[in-house]
């Protein structure tokens, strides 16, 4: 949703455009990714660790696009390269949905909401 939002804002003359977005899916196909690179030339793609959503949809129809900074365990971040870097989060074969709830040291799931 991210990367299509803000590839409509910049369509529709918002500039300048900045978009992060953390644990997105495979948004297109290569053209689409090589395209999307190109077009939105502020753009910053956050995965964790073993999230599985950057995982989906399959590989072999869609590709991400590239922009990729990568968590690991230890919470480092790096930087990587390409549309979908195989030291970064594409080393994953075996994914887990928790690491989808944890960024940059935050958790995001409802638990962490409070009515107090």
């Not at 978009?19 to 939105?40: H, I, K």
């Not at 949905?97 to 940059?104: S, T």
């Amino acid at each position: 949703m991210a990367t299509l939002t803000a590839i409509d804002l910049k369509a529709s003359g918002m500039t300048p455009l900045r978009m992060f977005n953390f644990g997105s899916p495979r948004v297109g196909n290569d053209e689409f990714a090589a395209w999307a690179s190109t077009d939105l030339t502020d753009r910053n793609r956050i995965t964790h660790y073993k999230d599985m959503v950057p995982h989906v949809p399959m590989h072999e129809r869609f590709t991400h696009i590239s922009g990729e900074w990568y968590e690991d365990e230890d919470t480092s971040v790096k930087g990587c390269t390409g549309y979908e870097d195989p030291t970064c989060s594409y080393q994953w074969s075996i994914t887990n949905i928790d690491d989808h709830m944890n960024y940059l040291t935050l958790y995001m799931g409802c638990d962490a909401v409070s009515n107090a």
